[in-house]
């Protein structure tokens, strides 16, 4: 039988999503769950993406295949969680048809990043992204609406990311100050789909228009040009969270 799960995870500890040899991991972490759930027996989870070392998820979602009786998925959902590390989180399971895929079926996924301008928190440094300056909010918010629509990202995946299709379509931007503190803001995007290091390479472009270095339109160029070189610095991970998978 086949189950999906929506887990959140602090990423903070974790040498990323994908199951590594020899490092701790998300995917490593759920899949030992799993094995002591299945009687000792190997189970392959399969995210709907992977995030890197220090990056965050509210709504990540995964699917693998168990073939044990009379287990409910809230008894599956109890029996993870009482196995798992307190900083993942699995908060829904549900069955699905026998062909579903958490990365194929997926629509669109929500990434969001956040960043404080105002005084550094050393309590929120490994959650919020502390740059501890005061940024033009107002034309990241224009460079923003730049990014909406379907266009050639290869200025904005990893430098030897290399593959045939750099397509990728973003349906909505937001820049949200939060009302109790204004020096703390959150940029979203909503995209059918994101490649490596894009959503941070972004980012750091967002912040070097902040700051005056670059103005908003250079996006233009920036997309136009489909080389790593001409976008900005990549933001460190962990302002970063997938906040959700969409189907």
Do not use: C, W
Not at 28 to 52: S, Y
Not at 101 to 109: I, Q, T
């Amino acid at each position: 039988m086949r189950y999906l799960i929506t887990f959140a995870y602090d990423g903070s500890k974790y040498r990323g999503y994908q199951k590594q040899p020899d490092v701790k991991t998300v995917q490593g972490e759920l899949e030992t769950a799993l094995k002591t759930i299945n009687g000792h027996k190997d189970v392959n989870v399969v995210a709907a993406g992977r995030t890197d070392a220090g990056v965050h998820a509210y709504n990540q979602k995964a699917h693998f295949d168990l073939d044990i009786k009379h287990i409910t998925p809230e008894k599956l959902k109890d029996g993870l969680n009482s196995l798992l590390p307190n900083d993942i989180y699995i908060r829904n399971v549900e069955i699905v048809a026998d062909d579903f895929h958490a990365r194929y079926n997926a629509k669109a996924k929500e990434y969001i990043y956040i960043i404080n301008m105002g005084e550094y928190n050393p309590i929120e440094k490994d959650y919020i992204y502390q740059y501890n300056k005061k940024l033009d909010v107002v034309e990241m918010e224009r460079a923003l609406k730049y990014l909406e629509g379907t266009h050639n990202f290869k200025s904005f995946t990893k430098s030897d990311d290399e593959r045939e299709d750099y397509v990728r379509t973003i349906v909505q931007t937001r820049l949200t100050r939060e009302l109790k503190n204004v020096n703390k803001i959150t940029l979203s995007f909503l995209g059918t789909g994101f490649m490596r290091y894009q959503v941070r390479n972004m980012i750091g472009t967002l912040i070097e228009i902040g700051e005056g270095k670059r103005k908003s339109e250079d996006i233009i160029d920036i997309l136009n040009a489909q080389d790593r070189r001409k976008a900005g610095k990549t933001a460190s991970p962990e302002g970063l969270y997938l906040k959700d998978v969409l189907y």
